[in-house]
């Protein structure tokens, strides 16, 4: 057993420790460290993360989409340059309303409030090598937790039932996860898709818009999967954040998490991916099994410190 002491508050602990169990602070840094490198992260405008290596073939997803989007446009003649520009204001708009809605009927995440997921959300942001966004909390009783933002400007919005259920480590993976879609630029492309595919039969792209970029969406969830992971340092909070999301809070008593996380992810069959994933990419996430999968193999590929 490797005994190691927290460099802030001196209590012993075991690697890997995502957080001091004492301090919740980093064991490894200095509290002093994380907060002058955010200050001039913020001060520089850095953004994008660059700690990971995204999802396998969702830049290349990202761009066929695009690539047939502008082509059914041409062809349809439904697009004109005009309506692309208004589209494009019309949700920059939207998405500031959003933000001044957020932080007139939300609780802001500071220092004097929610005290601890500020911290938490300063060391997911500094392992991450980005600026500390904005975050929210609402009051809303079910596990969700989404990102709005375009290009450097955007937050975070967690619920409630959240923040009270998921331990720190959990939510540390969930706010990385977050830091990880704006950081890798999801937020951008999704805003910009909103409009479109929101229309429904008003909009005679929408249901082409959905299946082109559904690819893309589902292997950009998988990509910040892994900033979660990269911003937690240990596999079993994620593990066990998602196995929340699939079964309530109570998951933990009643699911063996030593089995799944020594789970061998090689035993399915080449035919077996082909068919989960034709499947997967007809909706908007990933299967929380094939996401337990992905961070289990992300991990063991020596990729995560």
């Known amino acids: 057993m490797n005994i190691q002491y927290c460099v802030n508050c001196a209590r012993p602990y075991n690697p890997p420790c995502p957080l ?10 200095l509290n002093e460290i994380i907060d002058d490198e955010l200050n001039r992260r913020r001060t520089a ?19 066929l989409a695009i690539f047939i989007l502008l082509i059914v446009a041409i062809v349809a003649g439904i697009i004109s340059f ?12 939207s998405l500031k309303a959003d933000h001044i809605s957020s932080k007139n009927g939300m609780l802001h995440v500071n220092e004097s409030s ?3 997921l500020y911290r938490i959300s300063r060391i997911a ?15 809303n009783p079910d596990y969700n937790a989404y990102t709005q933002g375009f290009y450097k400007y955007g937050f975070i919005v967690m619920n409630s039932g959240m923040v009270a259920d998921f331990t720190a480590e959990e939510i540390m993976f969930v706010l990385g996860h977050e830091m990880g879609h704006m950081g890798l630029y999801h937020t951008s492309w999704l805003r910009l898709m909103a409009p479109g595919m929101s229309m429904g039969s008003n909009f ?15 292997k950009a969830e998988y990509s910040a999967d892994r900033a979660g992971l990269v911003a937690c340092r240990d596999v079993s909070p994620p593990v066990k954040s998602l196995l929340k999301l699939a079964g309530g809070g109570d998951v933990e008593s009643n699911v063996k998490l030593s089995d799944i996380l020594k789970d061998d992810i090689s035993n399915k ?11 997967e990419y007809l909706g908007t996430h990933p299967y929380i099994s094939n996401r337990i999968k992905a961070l289990l193999s992300y991990q063991r590929s020596n990729v995560v410190s």
Do not use: H
């Open 20 to 29: 001091c169990i004492e301090c919740q602070s980093d064991p490894e840094i």
């Open 45 to 63: 405008g850095l953004r994008k993360v660059t700690q990971i290596t995204p999802y396998p073939g969702e830049k290349a997803s990202l761009i």
């Open 82 to 93: 005009g309506a692309v520009i208004f589209i494009v204001v019309v949700n920059l708009f």
């Open 114 to 116: 929610y005290g601890t």
């Open 125 to 139: 942001a500094y392992r991450l090598g980005i600026p500390l966004p904005e975050i929210y909390v609402t009051q």
């Open 204 to 218: 005679i792209a929408a249901p082409v818009m959905r299946v082109i970029f559904n690819v893309w969406s589902v």
């Open 269 to 279: 069959s080449e035919k077996d991916d082909i068919v989960d994933g034709l499947a």
